[in-house]
């Protein structure tokens, strides 16, 4: 069980937080095609930081964020692969300061194949 985290609910009239659960979410990106440098990029590891109800819609949220970067963002062009088969590896409520330093999150860790 997790232990509660006394920054996951913000109450402050001033900041106009009342009661929102925020999430890291860890995924894996498998199924990609991309050359860098002599290597074939097969996969990654992508971190996405969101505000959401329950876990379940934090997951969709975070999946929706990085398939985004690979339909029409950034890696659209080089990836000659399928779009990313992404999986959560983990996903842990945080605090709202800890959202609010890295939220949504941006960036992937790449992977070859071994």
Same mark, same amino acid.
């Given at each position: +069980?997790?232990? *509660?985290? *006394?920054?996951?609910?913000? %109450?402050?009239?001033?900041?106009?937080?009342?009661? +929102? *659960?925020?999430?890291?979410?860890? +995924?894996?990106? !498998?199924?990609?095609?991309?050359?860098?440098?002599?290597?074939?990029?097969?996969?990654?590891?992508?971190?996405?930081?969101? %505000?959401?109800?329950?876990?379940? !819609?934090?997951?969709? +949220?975070? %999946? %929706?964020?990085?398939?985004?970067?690979?339909?029409?963002? !950034?890696?659209?062009?080089?990836?000659?692969?399928?779009?990313?088969?992404?999986?959560?590896?983990?996903?842990?409520?945080?605090?709202?300061?800890?959202?609010?330093?890295?939220?949504?999150?941006?960036?992937?860790?790449?992977?070859?194949?071994?």
């Amino acid at each position: +069980m997790i232990a *509660p985290d *006394p920054l996951r609910t913000v %109450k402050s009239s001033r900041l106009g937080l009342i009661d +929102m *659960p925020y999430f890291r979410v860890l +995924m894996n990106g !498998e199924g990609i095609s991309v050359s860098s440098s002599g290597d074939q990029i097969t996969g990654f590891y992508a971190t996405r930081w969101v %505000k959401a109800d329950k876990s379940e !819609e934090a997951k969709d +949220m975070a %999946k %929706k964020l990085v398939l985004s970067d690979w339909a029409d963002g !950034e890696y659209a062009e080089i990836n000659e692969g399928d779009a990313p088969r992404l999986s959560v590896d983990s996903i842990v409520p945080v605090g709202f300061l800890s959202y609010l330093w890295n939220q949504p999150g941006k960036g992937h860790s790449f992977y070859s194949p071994e």
